[in-house]
């Protein structure tokens, strides 16, 4: 079946979920993360989708829920941060208390890596390897990882150029099916690009869409190019829904 072939019959009638991944989905992947933003036309298909009937429309990130907040300021929208621990309502400092030792260790490791930088989130650490320089930049994130051992309580996910240490039991599989569960979709569409992706994809089924971005071993059911084709297939589902 092609891809429109598939957004056709996911279109379809009843309540449907629509997850977008941001960073490498919705954006272009760029040097400087802050600086990111969703590529031209993405946000505003992404509003006109969450406004008709029957459709929820999310975003679910690695990012923090207040940056996701300065990029997509739609009340339409859900706006799922750190892999779905984070949709701005939760206070809870304790958060990052588990992590405390290994966020000394980790600032000191990345005092040695220049280009490296850590990320503090609210209940996640996040190593960014991105602009280190070249075989360094490899060990660094495998010196990181091994820190961390396998008994241990803290969860560890490598992505692209980034290796995140979390408390959270909770990943984007998890989350897009207690979005599906509250809001009563009958079938899902995730769309993203990297390793923590992989884990919406892999709790799908038949009857959703999922599309992964770029290359990359995956287990969606389809593939495009890059984040430029996304609009595309927002644009396909309202004029389908509408
Ligand atoms: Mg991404």
Known sequence: MSLDDAVIRFAGSGRILCGFDFDGTLSEIVTDAATATAILGATESLERLAGLDGVTVAVLSGRTHAELVERFDHP????????????????????????????????TLVARAPGSRLEIKSRSVVLHTRNVLGDIKEALAARAKAMVDDESDIAVMEGKEVVEFSVTGTDKGAALLDLAGEFGAERILYIGDDVTDEHAFAVLGENDLTIRVGPGETTAMYRVADPSAVPPIIERLIELRS
Do not use: C, V, W
């Not at 706006?79 to 030792?101: K, M, V, W």
């Open 76 to 107: 339409g929208l859900m706006l799922i941060g750190e892999h779905g621990y984070d949709r701005g309502e939760d206070e809870d400092s304790d958060g990052l208390t588990p992590l405390n030792g290994l966020i000394d260790t980790l600032q």
